[in-house]
């Protein structure tokens, strides 16, 4: 009894340094998927920023993959090409036009001090991770008593006796 003890306390302590050292050593690097049906990035952007910018897309809508992507029913797994819900091609009208917004009115803008402006809008600017925002007209805001002097009154009408 005592010789079995002997044996499996080192051997024990063996597979356990065995095992740690085995998870840390790194791990072969899988060749990233290629990208098909690319049809507003750039045919040969890389899978890393490919992946980072679709993180922030759903991050600011506060959804997942398969909000814009669909399930492939015959292996269980996201179909991204596939262009089979509507979300995947509103996202790239969206994306188009906030690209559009940004090189017309903050492409490589200088302040007053010369250095490069790196405003614009992107997804988070109007959605602020609601994948359907809202849109919102500002409340009226009236003083106690009514309209301002001169001013409509709610619902549009002109003042009571001709005037504004």
């Known amino acids: 009894m005592h010789l079995k003890r002997k044996f499996l306390v080192p051997l024990s302590l063996l597979a356990a340094i065995s095992i740690s050292v085995a998870a840390t050593l790194p ?10 049906n690319l049809k507003v990035f750039p045919k040969n952007i890389p899978y890393r920023v490919l992946d980072h910018t679709m993180d922030e897309w759903s991050a600011s809508l506060g959804v997942r993959c398969n909000f814009c992507h669909a399930r492939n029913d015959a292996t ?8 089979a819900k509507p979300e995947k091609t509103a996202a790239r009208h969206m994306y188009l036009m906030m690209s559009k917004i940004n090189k017309k009115y903050f ?19 109007c959605h602020r991770g609601d994948s359907h925002p809202e849109v919102k007209v500002p409340e009226e805001h009236h003083g106690p008593g009514g309209p301002p002097p001169g001013g409509m009154p709610p619902g549009g009408a002109p003042p009571a006796g001709g005037k504004g």
Do not use: H
């Not at 490589?108 to 402006?117: E, H, N, R």
């Not at 790196?118 to 600017?125: I, S």
């Open 27 to 36: 791990q072969q690097e899988r060749e990233p998927p290629k990208l098909v």
């Open 76 to 83: 269980g797994k996201m179909d991204f090409p596939s262009d």
């Open 107 to 125: 492409d490589a803008k200088k302040d007053s001090l010369g250095m490069v402006i790196t405003a614009g809008v992107n997804c988070y600017t």
